[in-house]
């Protein structure tokens, strides 16, 4: 419960940051990298799969009441002033944080089972189905990234940011090599810790397919969220 605390506040606290040092937070403590590397984590120290996936899902579920809960209560950015018409948009912005809350606990009571699982597969089976676990998870982690990339691709945002000496694009185009590029080095560190280098190729296609897939679903959430809200 602590760490899901501890998950919250420091992903509330990104958003605050502004600029380059803003984006890197944002992905360090509040993208679905991280989080996924939390659960999955979480999943592989259990000493059971009940407990993997018990304790992945409420550590992404804490985490994410609480990270709404300091926005409703703290920032109040869901407020909305007065509109053209005159009323108040404070319920147009209770409306989006509710629907933002909904999708994002679905997202976790998801997510949280199949990082914790996979994690604890990671470590506990034979070669070929941890090596298959192991690239499944990596891939999840990943496609995040994936999505970002094929979004705006962050040679061009650098290439931009030279050229302009735009602090946040670099900072942008920093935290999408970083959610793309850390994946592989968890795989990595995967591999060596449970000796499945010989299982390679079953984790780098296990990785692949799920990020492709990951990364359309990014989309679509993303495009979801962008008409609800």
Known sequence: MVTAVVLGVLAFLADTVDGMAGHLMV?????????????LLTGRAATGRRSAVTGATVLLVSATLV???????????????????????????????????????????????????LGQLSKTRPAPGAALAAGVACGLLSSEGWQGITTAPPWRLLAAAVSSDAGYV????????????????????????????RAWPIMIIAMILTAASGALFWHLLRTAANHAG
């Open 27 to 39: 992905a360090v403590f509040s993208s679905g990298l991280a989080w996924g590397l939390a659960a």
């Open 67 to 117: 990270y709404y809960l300091l926005i409703l209560v703290v920032s109040r950015r869901w407020s909305g002033g007065t509109l053209q018409d005159g009323t108040s948009g404070d319920m147009y912005g209770l409306r989006s944080l509710a629907i933002m809350t909904t999708a994002w606990l679905v997202v976790s009571m998801v997510a949280g089972p199949v990082l914790g699982l």
């Open 170 to 197: 670099r900072g942008f185009a920093a935290a999408a090599l970083a959610e793309f590029l850390v994946p592989f080095a968890v795989l990595a560190w995967l591999a060596t810790a449970h000796r499945l280098w």
